[in-house]
């Protein structure tokens, strides 16, 4: 079985969807381990993913990675929704939606998945960069991020 994922990204802006993004991720060294930590009752590893972020950073994603290169922002508890689908056999997938709304012009280039609130805090299970998206003050970026374990 192998743990892989991928995000989908759509820059909508005065109702219109300007710009779309399909990209893979990248399991993390510290995502491995908190996902495996999680199947283990008697260890705590900390709280599940319900954060997802996006940031401007570097293109180079390295295992060991623990944030994003420059954190912009970071959503989750309502903003962001978690359920599972399925990939090969049912519900093998978990899935995300976020739905962030900008605030200043950004560039964004990186979304990561998180167990914490908070800028550059909690563990970062998964990372995926990307090409620039050019975001001004009221666009609108939802993001759909499914992990498979297939």
């Known amino acids: 079985m192998s743990v892989k994922g991928r995000i989908a990204l759509k820059q909508i802006r005065e109702g219109q969807t300007i710009s779309e993004v399909y990209n893979p991720n990248t399991i993390l060294t510290i995502g491995k381990s ?55 056999t049912t519900n093998d997938t978990a899935l995300f939606i976020g739905s962030f709304g900008i605030t200043a012009t950004k560039v964004i280039n990186e979304a990561g998945l998180f167990n914490a609130s908070g800028l550059n805090t909690g563990s970062m299970y998964a990372r995926t960069c990307f090409a620039d998206i050019t975001c001004v003050s009221g666009d609108t970026v939802i993001a759909d991020w499914k992990i498979a374990f297939a």
Do not use: C, R
């Open 34 to 88: 908190q996902i495996a930590g999680h199947m283990v009752k008697d260890l705590n590893v900390g709280d599940a993913v319900d954060w997802m972020s996006l940031g401007l950073g570097s293109d180079t994603i390295v295992a060991t990675d623990t944030t994003l290169g420059s954190e912009y922002l970071k959503y989750g508890l309502g903003s962001l929704v978690g359920s599972t689908t399925t990939t090969t």
